[in-house]
């Protein structure tokens, strides 16, 4: 199974919105609505900051936003602020073939 | 507050062996699917592989390069989880993580302890 591509990094000056893809096949990201996606600070575990594409966990801000269309998901940051630094992953259940999951290549975002 | 604590990271020759285990807490352990997921020294994150509840089964699934030689097993009465390395090499270099799987798929994280592959 082949990692998911990811851009190696987007930046943003604060309060501009960027975007991060995540291109998969229809054999993980295009077959199911299991999407999600980490932010990792330099030397932490990573976070769940989306899940099933498009849902939000309690806690995490509304300036976040996922979508998906055909074999690539999308991670939006609004209003970007200095905490927004650091990796980001997306994730998708990589069906039958292993019953499990392949991450992405990783994005750092960077707040100019 | 669910926690995992991720423990017995070590430096190991190749071809050596290494038990690394989870202890969790914070939720019901029993009922909980628990992965491990690697991330090589500068890296992207690589899911390793899985344990099931017991009521799901007990059955493990292992990502393809891990079949045969990583098993990982799950001690409910002490709410830890285990995860077997033999024939290790150096490209199992990574700091190792568990965490549980949700219904949508995987949402808490340990802090991870680092495996060195080196001679």
């Known amino acids: 199974q082949s990692a998911l591509t990811q851009p190696r990094s987007v930046s943003g000056s604060p309060g501009q919105s960027v975007t991060i893809s995540c291109t998969g096949t229809?054999?993980?990201?295009?077959?199911?609505?299991?999407v999600s996606w980490y932010h990792q600070h330099a030397g932490k575990a990573p976070k769940l900051i989306i899940y099933s594409v498009t849902k939000r966990p309690s806690g995490v801000p509304d300036r976040l936003s996922g979508s998906k269309s055909g074999n690539t998901a999308s991670l939006t940051i609004s209003g970007l602020r200095a905490e927004d630094e650091g990796d980001y992953h997306c994730c998708s259940y990589a069906g039958p073939q292993s019953f499990g999951y392949v991450f992405g290549t990783g994005t750092k975002v960077t707040v100019l | 507050e669910v926690q995992l604590v991720a423990s017995g990271g070590d430096l190991v020759k190749p071809g050596g062996s290494l038990r690394l285990s989870c202890a969790a807490s914070?939720?019901?352990?029993?009922?909980?699917?628990i992965s491990w997921v690697r991330q090589s020294p500068g890296k992207g994150l690589e899911w390793v592989g899985r344990i099931k509840s017991k009521s799901a089964g007990g059955t493990t699934d292992y990502a393809a390069p891990q079949t045969g030689s990583f098993t990982i097993s799950r001690h409910d009465s002490k709410n830890t989880v285990y995860l077997y390395m033999n024939s290790l090499k150096t490209e199992d270099t990574a700091v190792y993580y568990c965490?549980?799987?949700?219904?949508?798929?995987?949402?808490?994280w340990g802090q991870g302890t680092l495996v060195t592959v080196s001679s």
């Open positions: 914070g939720f019901t352990f029993s009922n909980a699917w």
């Open positions: 965490t549980t799987e949700g219904a949508a798929g995987i949402d808490y």
């Open positions: 229809s054999s993980d990201v295009g077959g199911y609505n299991f």
